[in-house]
C-alpha cells in the first residue's frame, strides 16, 4: 500500500512569487491535513480537509490556502512568498472523518523562498 | 487552547540504556495524545497514541507511553536504545471534537552514544 506522496520535494521561490504543493493520500483515507514545520516555530497545523471541504483552519494568513479534490488529493497554495515561508510542509492522511484519526504524514517538500 | 511542553530539547544516552523522554500537556479534559519520530529528511512517524481506557500504551520498535492524568504527562519510554532511535521526537496533543488538528511539542533531539 503505497504511503502519502508529496510533490514537489525540494524547491526554490524567490520573494512574491507563489506556489502550489501536491499531496497524494493513501488509497482509502478522505481527510487530509497540511503542517508548517520551521526550526523557529515548530510543527503547526495550516489546515484539514474532508469530502473537499475545509474542515479545521490554523492560525496562517489568507496567503495560504488549501483545496481538496473528489479523489482525495490535495494541494495548498501560498501566494505571494516571503522569506519567513522558507519551511518542510507537511501533508498527513486519515481514513475517516476529522476527529482524532490516526494521521500518516508524507516525506514533506521543502520550500526555500530567496 | 491545547499546548504541549517537552522540557528537554538534546538528550543523549548510550546504546543499551533506558530512555525517557518527558512530555506535559495542557488541555481542559482528556486529550489525544501521540508520540512520533522524525528521522533527517522525513515525515513524522506514529510511536504510539493514547485515547482512553489503559493509561499504558505500547507502541512500536519498543517504545511504551504513560498516560498520568495527575501529572498531565505523557512521558515516552525505552527500556534499551538501540543506535537507530537517534531522531528527534514529537509529542502531540488533539482535542476530542477538534478535528485531525494536533498541538505538537518542540521536540526532542536524541542522540545515541555507541
Known amino acids: 500500500k503505497a504511503g502519502v506522496t508529496q510533490t514537489p520535494r525540494y524547491l526554490i521561490k524567490t520573494r512574491g512569487q507563489q506556489v502550489t504543493l501536491s499531496c497524494s493520500p493513501i488509497s482509502g483515507h478522505r481527510s487530509v491535513s497540511w503542517y508548517q514545520q520551521t526550526p523557529g516555530q515548530g510543527l503547526q497545523f495550516l489546515f484539514e480537509y474532508f469530502s473537499e471541504t475545509q474542515r479545521n483552519k490554523g492560525n496562517f494568513p489568507g496567503r495560504f490556502s488549501g483545496r481538496q479534490f473528489s479523489n482525495s488529493r490535495s494541494e495548498m497554495n501560498v501566494s505571494t512568498l516571503e522569506l519567513g515561508d522558507s519551511a518542510l510542509y507537511l501533508c498527513?492522511?486519515?481514513?475517516?472523518?476529522?476527529?482524532?484519526?490516526?494521521?500518516?504524514f508524507g516525506a514533506g517538500s521543502r520550500l526555500t523562498v530567496l | 487552547a491545547q499546548s504541549v511542553t517537552q522540557p528537554d530539547i538534546h538528550i543523549t544516552v548510550s546504546e543499551g540504556a533506558s530512555l525517557e523522554l518527558r512530555c506535559n500537556y495542557s488541555?481542559?479534559?482528556?486529550?489525544?495524545l501521540f508520540w512520533y519520530v522524525q528521522s533527517p529528511g522525513q515525515g513524522l512517524q506514529l510511536l504510539l497514541k493514547y485515547f482512553s481506557g489503559d493509561t499504558l500504551v505500547q507502541g512500536i520498535k519498543g517504545f511504551e507511553a504513560e498516560f498520568k492524568r495527575s501529572q498531565s504527562s505523557f512521558n515516552l519510554r525505552k527500556p534499551s536504545v538501540h543506535w537507530s532511535d537517534a531522531a528527534e521526537y514529537f509529542c502531540a496533543v488533539g482535542a476530542r471534537g477538534g478535528g485531525n488538528k494536533l498541538t505538537f511539542g518542540t521536540g526532542t533531539q536524541l542522540k545515541v552514544e555507541l
Open positions: 488541555y481542559g479534559a482528556t486529550p489525544y
Open positions: 498527513a492522511s486519515s481514513w475517516g472523518n476529522p476527529g482524532a484519526n490516526v494521521l500518516t
